[in-house]
């Protein structure tokens, strides 16, 4: 979940450098600090006691009792400060209030729909994190960072909406803007699939360098981390593979204005399309879901297809960035094994033996929690990192 810089240049503080060493939550004693970084005794002691003048850092209680030495061991205090992750879907939002190790203290879900725009659902957002934070019995000055997810490419850098095609009115809307006009801390907006990756792999993989996440829902799109970097490209898209051609494609239009590509055969709705076609009777992704698990033949070929023409695009994807864990996740991916079949039967049989050797592919260990996890990672790297913790220290 961490990455660890001691990088002494650029003004970061000494505190805030010893700090990224005690992010990771475990405990050390001042002459394990000493030994790691190379730094005196008194050098330690000093930045440690500053750390826990700013509340980041806390004594452990010693196993034994010392009759009455000073406690020895120090670590991360989690609860020092909140931050708040929203993951906006389509037509459903969470919130949630964690703590700075990423644990979920208090959540809020309920059906919102997107194309309210922005001042809508912003509104939403910043009433029902209020609330949140009187259900904890904490205060605004207590949030350090937010992270939001929303369902379209982002602009990292600003935090704005860069030609959503299911967001009308978010064009390039400054959102970190009009949300500290209410809540003034430090604002993070990312792309939904993009965080999702963040919080599967805080979840499930913290260890591990090179992780894909796919989502496949009314849309299909991959978050990938490689190298233990989140890439999102130069315009925010990286990991877009909805519209990529397939081969079993052929004429079937997409609503992106081309023909033949990966949503348009494999997302929910274009399953619930393929097997209206047939003669079953499912309107979206959810009625697909339903057939699948009452075990109707017709739902699961249909979604081992799906699941095929995924394979296909990933297939490509292994070549390029070389993950060792492939994530499916997303509302079809409730369908369970029947899908994830359909990829590796592709994967597995078309990639090259060396890329495939150590390569899992498995169902979202973060499940419908991998947003909101991933939006609360986001708003923790950034609030915990050298930069902002070197600001707070001269503050
Ligand atoms: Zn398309």
Not at 7 to 19: E, M
Not at 79 to 102: F, P
Not at 134 to 149: C, F, M, N, P, S
Not at 165 to 193: A, K, S, T, Y
Request: aromatic content about 2%; charged content about 15%; some cysteine.
């Amino acid at each position: 979940m961490v990455s660890m810089s001691l990088d002494s240049s650029s003004g970061i503080s000494g505190v805030s450098q010893l700090f990224q060493l005690l992010r990771d939550g475990v405990p050390r004693t001042r002459a394990e600090l000493a030994k790691s970084t190379g730094l005196a005794r008194s050098t330690i002691a000093a930045r440690v006691d500053e750390l826990m003048r700013m509340g980041l850092v806390t004594p452990l209680a010693e196993t034994v009792s010392t009759g009455g030495r000073p406690p020895s061991q120090f670590a991360l205090n989690p609860g020092a400060r909140l931050v708040l992750a929203a993951d906006i879907g389509a037509s459903h939002a969470t919130l949630a209030v964690t703590d700075l190790a990423g644990s979920i203290l208090a959540q809020h879900s309920e059906p919102l729909d997107v194309t309210l725009g922005p001042v809508a659902v912003l509104t939403w957002l910043v009433q029902h994190a209020r609330e949140l934070l009187a259900r904890v019995g904490r205060e605004e000055k207590d949030l350090a960072a937010i992270g939001i997810g929303v369902p379209g490419p982002v602009e990292h850098s600003t935090g704005q909406p860069v030609n959503p095609p299911i967001m009308p009115g978010w064009d390039r809307f400054d959102v970190p803007g009009w949300v500290r006009q209410h809540l003034d801390v430090p604002v993070l907006v990312d792309n939904d699939v993009n965080i999702m990756a963040l919080g599967e792999r805080a979840l499930a993989y913290p260890a591990v360098e090179h992780l894909m996440f796919v989502k496949v829902a009314t849309g299909i799109g991959a978050g990938v981390i490689s190298s233990g970097t989140l890439q999102r490209g130069a315009q925010g898209i990286a990991g877009d593979i909805g519209h990529v051609r397939v081969a079993r494609g052929a004429e079937v239009p997409c609503h992106c204005g081309n023909k033949g590509c990966l949503e348009a055969l494999a997302s929910g709705p274009a399953i619930a399309r393929a097997l209206r076609a047939q003669g079953v009777p499912a309107e979206n992704g959810d009625d697909v879901v339903d057939l699948v698990k009452r075990g109707n033949l017709d739902a699961i070929q249909a979604v081992r297809q799906a699941g095929r023409d995924i394979g296909e695009v990933l297939t490509t994807c292994v070549s390029l960035v070389n993950p060792s864990v492939i994530a499916i996740g997303g509302s079809m991916a409730r369908v369970g094994e029947h899908l994830i079949a359909g990829v590796r039967e592709v994967v597995y049989t078309r990639s090259i033996p060396l890329a495939t050797e150590h390569l899992a592919i498995v169902q979202s260990a973060a499940a419908q929690n991998a947003a909101v996890l991933g939006a609360s990672m986001l708003a923790i790297e950034h609030a915990l990192s050298p930069e902002s913790l070197s600001a707070l220290v001269s503050a």
